[in-house]
C-alpha cells in the first residue's frame, strides 16, 4: 500500500492535527492555524534531517540513539523517536516515559494509571495513524494510482489506514497522581570513539528469555548449539550462524555467563531477523561493519527494554559503514527499530491497553515517519 510522509504537508493530514489538537488545548495551549502549522512541520522536517545528519556522521550520536530507543522498549517508529528527543532536549529535560493524556473512561494513557497532566503543560508532538473508511470513489481512485485498498466481503471499503497527523503525548514529569516506575530508565552514554574492545558480559541473565531466543531460532528453520570455544564453526567468535544450503545452524560459545549466552545468542536471532543472512545466500556484498551494527543495536534495545543492559556495545561496529550516507543510516535505523519491535512482541506479549489506544504513541509501525525503506545487507561473527 502506498504510504504518506507526514514530513511533508497533506491535506488529510492538516485535518488529523487539529483534531489532535483538542487534547492539548485543554492543557493550556492554543489552536494552531495553517500558517502555525505549516511552519511547525517545516522546522519537524528540519529537525528530523539534522538529528539523521549527525547519526550518520557521529558513530557517539548513533549509540545514544540507540538508548533512547531502547529506554522505551522499541515503541516508536524513526520519526517519533527523533522528534520526542529533538522536543526533550529542546525543553532540556531527560525523558522518561510518554503516554497520552487517555480516554474519558479512563482505561488508557496516563489515566489508566491514576496519574493526570497538570493544568498549562504544553504536550510533546507525534505522529498518530488516521483510519477511516474511504468513499468508493476515493477508493477507485486509490486503486487506479497503483494502491491497495482493503474491502469486506461485501467489496465495501474496509476502515484503513488513510495517513498520519501530529498528535499530543506527555512525559512523566508533566503528571501528577499515583507512584509510577517506568519500565525502563534513559541512561545517556557519551562513548570514546577508540575505547576498549568490549567485555564479556558476566553474571546471570535477569530476562530468562534464553530458551524463548532457542525457540525463535529454531521457527526460523535453524538448528541451535552450544559448543567449546574455537570448535564448530566459531574460530574466535562468541557466536555464528551458518545459513545453509547445506546446513542451517547457530552456534554459541558453551563457556560464557548466563548474561552473555542470552546476548550472543540474541545478537544471532537479530541477524536472522535482518535478512543479514538471507542477502548473504542471494550473492549479495554486504558490508560487515552496517550488518554488526545493526544486529548488535537490535540485541542492545531488545536486552535492555527486558532489564538487563548490554552495556558491551562494541564502538568499533560502528565506525566506517555509513561515512555521513543519511539514506544509508536512515534503512539501518528503519531495519532495527522495525526488528526489535518485532522480537519484543514475540518475548513479551501486550499487556496494557493503550496499545488499543489510536492516540497512543507506539502503535505507529507503518509510520511514513520511519520512512519506506530497502536494503538490508549481510551477516558477520558475533565478537562483543
Same mark, same amino acid.
Given at each position: 500500500?502506498?504510504?504518506?510522509?507526514?514530513?511533508?504537508?497533506?491535506?488529510?493530514?492538516?485535518?488529523?492535527?487539529?483534531?489532535?489538537?483538542?487534547?492539548?488545548?485543554?492543557?493550556?495551549?492554543?489552536?494552531?492555524?495553517?500558517?502555525?502549522?505549516?511552519?511547525?512541520?517545516?522546522?519537524?522536517?528540519?529537525?528530523?534531517?539534522?538529528?539523521?545528519?549527525?547519526?550518520?556522521?557521529?558513530?557517539?550520536?548513533?549509540?545514544?540513539?540507540?538508548?533512547?530507543?531502547?529506554?522505551?522498549?522499541?515503541?516508536?517508529?524513526?520519526?517519533?523517536?527523533?522528534?520526542?528527543?529533538?522536543?526533550?532536549?529542546?525543553?532540556?529535560?531527560?525523558?522518561?516515559?510518554?503516554?497520552?493524556?487517555?480516554?474519558?473512561?479512563?482505561?488508557?494513557?496516563?489515566?489508566?494509571?491514576?496519574?493526570?497532566?497538570?493544568?498549562?503543560?504544553?504536550?510533546?508532538?507525534?505522529?498518530?495513524?488516521?483510519?477511516?473508511?474511504?468513499?468508493?470513489?476515493?477508493?477507485?481512485?486509490?486503486?487506479?494510482?497503483?494502491?491497495?485498498?482493503?474491502?469486506?466481503?461485501?467489496?465495501?471499503?474496509?476502515?484503513?489506514?488513510?495517513?498520519?497527523?501530529?498528535?499530543?503525548?506527555?512525559?512523566?514529569?508533566?503528571?501528577?497522581?499515583?507512584?509510577?516506575?517506568?519500565?525502563?530508565?534513559?541512561?545517556?552514554?557519551?562513548?570514546?570513539?577508540?575505547?576498549?574492545?568490549?567485555?564479556?558480559?558476566?553474571?546471570?541473565?535477569?530476562?530468562?528469555?534464553?530458551?524463548?531466543?532457542?525457540?525463535?531460532?529454531?521457527?526460523?528453520?535453524?538448528?541451535?548449539?552450544?559448543?567449546?570455544?574455537?570448535?564448530?564453526?566459531?574460530?574466535?567468535?562468541?557466536?555464528?550462524?551458518?545459513?545453509?544450503?547445506?546446513?542451517?545452524?547457530?552456534?554459541?560459545?558453551?563457556?560464557?555467563?548466563?548474561?552473555?549466552?542470552?546476548?550472543?545468542?540474541?545478537?544471532?536471532?537479530?541477524?536472522?531477523?535482518?535478512?543479514?543472512?538471507?542477502?548473504?545466500?542471494?550473492?549479495?556484498?554486504?558490508?560487515?561493519?552496517?550488518?554488526?551494527?545493526?544486529?548488535?543495536?537490535?540485541?542492545?534495545?531488545?536486552?535492555?527494554? *527486558?532489564?538487563?543492559?548490554?552495556? @558491551?556495545? #562494541? $564502538?568499533?561496529?560502528?565506525?566506517?559503514? /555509513?561515512? %555521513? &550516507?543519511?539514506?544509508?543510516?536512515?534503512?539501518?535505523?528503519?531495519?532495527?527499530?522495525?526488528?526489535?519491535?518485532?522480537? *519484543?512482541?514475540?518475548?513479551?506479549? @501486550?499487556? #496494557? $491497553?493503550?496499545?488499543?489506544?489510536?492516540? /497512543?504513541? %507506539? &502503535?505507529?509501525?507503518?509510520?511514513?515517519?520511519?520512512?519506506?525503506?530497502?536494503?538490508?545487507?549481510?551477516?558477520?561473527?558475533?565478537?562483543?
Amino acid at each position: 500500500m502506498a504510504t504518506h510522509n507526514p514530513l511533508a504537508a497533506t491535506a488529510g493530514a492538516n485535518g488529523a492535527s487539529k483534531r489532535h489538537a483538542t487534547a492539548s488545548t485543554t492543557r493550556g495551549e492554543s489552536r494552531h492555524d495553517d500558517g502555525d502549522r505549516d511552519g511547525l512541520l517545516a522546522k519537524i522536517k528540519a529537525d528530523f534531517d539534522d538529528r539523521l545528519a549527525r547519526m550518520a556522521a557521529d558513530p557517539a550520536q548513533w549509540i545514544e540513539f540507540i538508548d533512547h530507543v531502547a529506554a522505551f522498549g522499541a515503541r516508536y517508529s524513526l520519526g517519533n523517536q527523533i522528534l520526542l528527543l529533538v522536543q526533550a532536549e529542546e525543553r532540556g529535560i531527560t525523558p522518561r516515559y510518554f503516554l497520552p493524556y487517555g480516554r474519558k473512561h479512563g482505561s488508557t494513557g496516563w489515566k489508566a494509571h491514576h496519574r493526570y497532566v497538570r493544568a498549562g503543560e504544553k504536550a510533546f508532538k507525534i505522529w498518530a495513524p488516521m483510519k477511516r473508511r474511504p468513499t468508493e470513489k476515493q477508493a477507485a481512485e486509490w486503486e487506479a494510482n497503483g494502491r491497495t485498498v482493503r474491502r469486506e466481503p461485501s467489496g465495501r471499503p474496509a476502515v484503513q489506514l488513510v495517513g498520519f497527523g501530529l498528535a499530543n503525548t506527555f512525559e512523566l514529569s508533566q503528571t501528577d497522581g499515583e507512584p509510577f516506575d517506568p519500565p525502563t530508565v534513559l541512561v545517556r552514554r557519551r562513548v570514546n570513539q577508540r575505547g576498549d574492545r568490549p567485555q564479556l558480559l558476566v553474571g546471570d541473565d535477569p530476562t530468562g528469555v534464553h530458551d524463548d531466543l532457542v525457540a525463535l531460532i529454531t521457527g526460523e528453520g535453524y538448528d541451535y548449539k552450544l559448543v567449546a570455544p574455537h570448535t564448530g564453526h566459531l574460530n574466535g567468535a562468541n557466536g555464528v550462524t551458518v545459513p545453509g544450503p547445506d546446513i542451517r545452524i547457530v552456534q554459541v560459545r558453551d563457556d560464557v555467563d548466563p548474561a552473555q549466552r542470552t546476548k550472543t545468542t540474541l545478537h544471532e536471532l537479530a541477524h536472522i531477523r535482518c535478512g543479514h543472512l538471507d542477502a548473504l545466500t542471494s550473492g549479495h556484498t554486504l558490508h560487515r561493519g552496517r550488518t554488526e551494527t545493526e544486529a548488535e543495536s537490535v540485541t542492545h534495545i531488545v536486552l535492555r527494554a *527486558l532489564g538487563m543492559d548490554s552495556a @558491551a556495545f #562494541s $564502538d568499533a561496529y560502528v565506525f566506517g559503514w /555509513a561515512d %555521513g &550516507d543519511m539514506d544509508l543510516v536512515k534503512e539501518c535505523a528503519a531495519t532495527v527499530l522495525r526488528v526489535a519491535k518485532q522480537i *519484543l512482541a514475540d518475548l513479551t506479549p @501486550a499487556e #496494557s $491497553d493503550d496499545a488499543a489506544d489510536p492516540s /497512543a504513541p %507506539g &502503535d505507529d509501525a507503518a509510520d511514513p515517519g520511519a520512512l519506506t525503506l530497502t536494503g538490508t545487507p549481510a551477516v558477520g561473527q558475533e565478537v562483543a
